[in-house]
Structures are given as structure tokens and as C-alpha cells.
């Protein structure tokens, strides 16, 4: 009995001792929330930033702060519907405080608590001089953050150039482009989250390099990295030069495959289109059209099969070649042919006859040799 009594004691120790740091290892649930957002009694845009400080908060990780992709909405009810997710090191009952693109916000209801593994709509406003980002107070210090560069609408064209950017944030809009420096577009103070300024009166077949800016109704300026565009231009059919003519194979049977390509280059300084054309004795066979910038290279490739065995020459934008196609031969459908009868090694019949007369001569000399000899006897 007292074995017993000790093995169970000794159980319950080992299972106190495990159970422990299980216990403390136990996950802290955040608190998430959604919402409402207005910025000066109207809508947040998209790209409005919502953040929630308060001690023990972290702040600048995934989920804190969240951004606006619904106008003036944070987040959504639904399971699947993102939200502002608080967590860390909170004490239950903590005061939090919501700020939207940087600045204090005014809360429903007023006063916000964090209890961990709730979900609890709190719907917010905010005045913000300029309706975008800043410091406390309102004091606006942030620039408006420009994203989303591109030719829109009619794109580049000879003498004309639209930019298109957005920014998180109603900002004026205005271009600095050069293909020498000092080069400005008019400066539209209209205050919009989505820019478009065209460029006019520009040169044909030039590069430009440009910067977009747009300044917040605080005076905050933001300026992009440098881009380039070229304009297009009227390129002459002579600024394309082909090379490098290939034909491979050269030689190939009846409804065989040949690759034929060659290297077109526009060497001059625009943008232009060029139809290579590939003619088979003399004939177009077919053809390819690229667009090419200026020094600018590409290979061309036509794949193609004759059916019609002979010779063919091949010219492709001016250069010359040629290929052969042969008949496939077709094997024999006869029976074999029978081998010839084996036929033994020949015989020399002269030296044949030399040897059997000399063998003849001794012999008759020998009969002779002694016939004498016994008569001498």
C-alpha cells in the first residue's frame, strides 16, 4: 500500500509539473473592431488609415493600423470581413484611442474599452484640415503619398503625353517634365484623390523624363520618382534593317519542318511599327508585324512545310537564302534477290601443268635410273 500510496504521489507531481507551463502558455485573445469613418462630415476615401493606441497597444504590425477600401467604412461585421485587430500586453478594461490618418478621432461610443476575444462596432469621425493626414490638433505635417503611375487615356502619342497617379488624400496635381530641365504643366488646384494631367506640345520621337507632385490644402508637397516616356514618331519603312538570315535545316524531305528567322533592328531614335514579310519564291508566303523602340532589336521567326519537292529561294525583308526538298525514297517491296552461287578459289592452271610435267620428268628419270642398273647387273 505504501508503494502505491508513493507511485501516485509521484504521478500527481509530474502532472503538476507539465501542467503548468501549459496554463501559462495560454494564448491572449485580441479585441477587433469595425465601423463607420468620416473625415469633415463626409465619407473617408479609400486609403484612409485607422489606427488604435493605448498602453500596452501594439501599434505598426499586421492588422494595426488597417486601411479604408470601402468609402467611409473600417473593416466589416461579416466572419470573413477584415478588421482592426488590438492586441499585446493590455490590461482588461484599458482605455483605447482611435485616430484616423494620424489624427485624434471622436468615437460611438465615446468611451472605448479593450476585453479580450470581443468583436465591437465603434463608428468614428475626425477633423482634418485638408481632409487628409497630420499630427495632433490637426496640424497637418504629413505630404499626400502618391501611388498608381501610368500613361491613361490616350497614352503617348507624337505630341502629347496623359499622366494618370492617385493619392491617399485630396491633393492639386501638376507635372515637371523635361527632355531638357525646367519643363512644368499648369498646376490644377482642384483638390482630387485621382490625378490626370495631359502634357502638350511636345516633340516627336523625344524622351522626356517627369516627376509627379500634388500638395495637400496644408501645403504639404509630394513628389514621385523620375519616369520616362518617348513620343511616338512618323519612322520611316527604311529605318528597319534586317540580319542574320537563318535557315535551318536546309535540306529536309517532304513535309518536313524549316525555321526561317531573321534580326530586325530600328535604328532610328522613335518608337515605330514594321511588317517583316517572308517570300518563297518570290512569293509572299506570310508575314509578322512588330512594334519596336528606337535601337531597338528583335528576332523574327517563321515556321513553314513544303509539300512539293525542289529547290526554293527565300527572301526575307530583303535578305536571300534558299532550301532543298527531296522525295522520301521509298524501300524496296520485291522479294530478295537470291545470292549468288558460291564459287571456289581458281586455279592457276599454268603453274598447275609446270608442276605435274616436272613431277613426270623424275618419274620417267627414275624408271630409266633403273632399268640401266639392273641390265648392269
Not at 532543298?324 to 534477290?337: D, H, I, M, R
Request: some cysteine; proline content about 6%; hydrophobic content about 40%.
Amino acid at each position: 500500500m505504501k508503494r502505491i500510496a508513493f507511485l501516485l504521489a509521484g504521478l500527481c507531481l509530474l502532472v503538476g509539473l507539465f501542467a503548468t507551463p501549459v496554463l501559462a502558455q495560454e494564448p491572449i485573445l485580441p479585441h477587433a473592431f469595425y465601423g463607420a469613418v468620416e473625415i469633415n462630415d463626409g465619407p473617408a476615401s479609400l486609403g484612409t488609415t485607422v489606427e488604435i493606441r493605448g498602453e500596452g497597444v501594439l501599434t505598426g504590425v499586421q492588422g494595426n493600423p488597417i486601411t479604408v477600401t470601402e468609402a467611409g467604412k473600417y473593416g466589416g461585421p461579416g466572419d470573413t470581413a477584415p478588421k482592426i485587430v488590438v492586441q499585446g500586453d493590455i490590461g482588461e478594461d484599458a482605455i483605447l484611442t482611435f485616430y484616423v490618418n494620424g489624427v485624434e478621432a471622436e468615437t460611438e461610443p465615446v468611451t472605448v474599452e479593450w476585453h479580450r476575444g470581443e468583436v465591437t462596432e465603434v463608428n468614428l469621425s475626425a477633423a482634418i484640415r485638408g481632409g487628409g493626414g497630420g499630427g495632433g490638433g490637426g496640424d497637418d505635417t504629413t505630404p499626400p503619398r502618391i501611388s498608381d503611375i501610368v500613361h491613361c487615356h490616350e497614352g503617348v502619342t507624337e505630341t502629347t503625353a496623359d499622366i494618370c497617379w492617385a493619392t491617399n488624400e485630396k491633393s492639386t496635381s501638376q507635372v515637371e517634365y523635361w527632355a531638357s530641365p525646367g519643363m512644368l504643366s499648369p498646376l490644377d488646384e482642384t483638390l482630387v484623390i485621382e490625378h490626370h494631367v495631359k502634357l502638350t506640345g511636345l516633340a516627336p520621337c523625344t524622351t522626356y523624363h517627369y516627376q509627379t507632385m500634388s500638395r495637400d490644402a496644408s501645403d504639404n508637397l509630394a513628389v514621385s520618382e523620375e519616369y520616362t516616356f518617348t513620343t511616338l514618331g512618323d519612322v520611316p519603312a527604311t529605318a528597319f534593317t534586317s540580319s542574320d538570315l537563318s535557315i535551318s535545316p536546309s535540306e529536309v524531305q517532304i513535309g518536313e519542318t524549316i525555321n526561317i528567322s531573321a534580326q530586325v533592328t530600328n535604328t532610328s531614335n522613335c518608337p515605330g511599327s514594321y511588317t517583316v514579310t517572308l517570300k518563297i519564291n518570290g512569293v509572299e508566303e506570310a508575314t509578322e508585324d512588330i512594334i519596336l523602340n528606337g535601337g531597338a532589336s528583335k528576332v523574327v521567326t517563321f515556321t513553314m512545310a513544303k509539300d512539293v519537292a525542289g529547290s526554293y529561294s527565300v527572301d526575307v525583308s530583303g535578305l536571300s537564302g534558299s532550301f532543298t526538298v527531296k522525295e522520301e525514297v521509298a524501300p524496296p517491296t520485291g522479294p530478295p534477290e537470291a545470292a549468288p552461287p558460291e564459287v571456289g578459289p581458281s586455279i592457276n592452271w599454268l603453274v598447275s601443268g609446270g608442276i605435274i610435267a616436272a613431277v613426270l620428268v623424275v618419274i620417267v628419270g627414275l624408271i630409266i635410273f633403273f632399268v640401266f642398273r639392273r641390265r648392269a647387273y
